[in-house]
Structure formats: C-alpha cells, structure tokens
C-alpha cells in the first residue's frame, strides 16, 4: 500500500504560473519530508525538505507548507520557469530512520 | 560532491536470466538502496543495506537479492529474471543509518527483460 499519496500525476503549468503539488500521508510517525526533483535520464536528487515542527520552509522559488493536522504537505513553485520541468517526488521518514517512502511522483512540465 | 555509480544505464536480458545490477559510492556512505521506478507508482524500496553484508528487505523484495561485501558496493541480483521486472532501477546511497540524511541517487539502470 502507498503511505505516502501524491496528486495531481502531471501539471502543465505557463512560465511565471505557481506550480502546486500535494501529498498526504497516513503514518503519524513520520516526522522528515523531503522532496526530489528528477530530470530526464537523470537520477532524483533533495530539492528541499521540512521537519514538522515548523509550518513552511522557503528556499528561493520553492515552499513546502505543511498542514500536521491534516497530515498534509505541499511544495510550490513560485515563478515557475520551463528549466523546472522535472518529476517532482515528495517522502517520508520515521524519526531516527533513513529509509525514505516516496509518493507516485508528479511530471511538471512549464510551457514557455 | 557525492557520486554513485551504476555499472549499465541499459540492459536487455531474457526471461529466466540471472542478471547483476551493480552500484558504487565514492563517499564512505554507510546506507545504500535498490529501488525500482516506474509509471504511475513512484520509487519502490526493494532492499537495503546499512553495513557491509548487512541487509534488509524493501517493500518489494520478492524476486530479488542483493550483496553487499564492501562499504562502497552494493549489488542487486534477479535469480531469474520475469518480464514484469522490466523497469528503471535506482542505486541510492546516504551517510548514516541513524540520522534522516539525504539521499544520493545514481543516474539509472532501465533493464528490459525479454
């Protein structure tokens, strides 16, 4: 079963649009959120990642917000640009563990 | 900068083959993983390692293991390979089995099987 659910499955989004993708997870254990970006022929790599003790965590054009009663988190792209063009994966993990539960992934794609 | 390698980016092999899909991190890691990706499901834990010949099963193990005899390299086997084990498999590898740290991904190996 997939603890970690993602939507929408693909986004197309215009240059300078917001790009929104979100995750909802189950297990009131996890407590690390990351999100990878995968290109092309590429292997995904941490984009950004939050800790549930904060609410949004900013770092230039990309958010997580996160929702802990809801056991929801989100990533935006603000401004988004075609070079963000990418399959987005948000995780999981428990406290003091190193295994990751990915979410189904979402394929961007930014219209020039 | 982190780097992991992955011995194929394609592979074609038959139905009933063994077949070996090697990984290797240059950053004295001490956690490595298999996953396999595919459409619509995500990345899918097969199997990990958090020490030499130290294993433990993913959430899809059935159909495969895997070999770990040295920090650096970590191994993943088909007995014998089935068509439905025609994906893009990912090598990851992270610093320490006891802290959430990131995850570094080698770029892929798509296998086929025949």
């Known amino acids: 079963q997939q603890q970690v659910k993602q939507s929408p499955q693909s986004l197309i989004v215009q240059k300078g649009g917001i790009s929104i993708i979100n995750c909802a997870y189950e297990?009131?254990?996890?407590?690390?959120f990351p999100w990878y970006q995968q290109f092309p022929g590429k292997g995904p790599a941490l984009l950004i990642a939050?800790?549930?003790?904060?609410s949004e965590k900013k770092e230039g054009r990309f958010t997580i917000s996160f929702n802990k009663s809801a056991k929801q988190f989100s990533l935006h792209i603000m401004d988004s640009q075609p070079g963000d063009s990418a399959t987005y994966f948000c995780?999981?993990?428990?406290?003091?563990?190193?295994?990751?539960?990915f979410g189904e992934g979402t394929q961007l794609t930014v219209n020039p | 900068d982190v780097k992991v390698t992955q011995s194929s980016r394609y592979l074609v092999k038959r139905t009933g083959e063994k077949v070996f899909l090697e990984c290797v991190q240059d950053?004295?890691?001490?956690?490595m993983f298999w996953y396999r990706q595919d459409p619509g499901l995500g990345l899918r834990l097969i199997y990990f390692?958090?020490?030499?010949?130290?294993?433990e099963k993913g959430d899809i193990p059935e159909g495969y293991s895997v070999s770990r005899e040295k920090k650096e390299r970590f191994s993943l086997i088909l007995e014998s390979a089935s068509t439905n084990q025609t994906s893009m498999y990912l090598c990851?590898?992270?610093?320490?089995?006891?802290?959430?740290?990131?995850?570094?991904f080698g770029p892929g190996t798509r296998l086929l099987v025949l």
């Open positions: 939050i800790r549930p003790d904060v």
């Open positions: 390692s958090y020490d030499v010949k130290m294993k």
């Open positions: 950053m004295d890691h001490e956690n």
């Open positions: 297990n009131t254990a996890f407590d690390y």
């Open positions: 990851a590898s992270s610093l320490s089995s006891s802290r959430q740290e990131t995850q570094y």
């Open positions: 995780a999981a993990s428990m406290f003091g563990g190193s295994r990751l539960t």
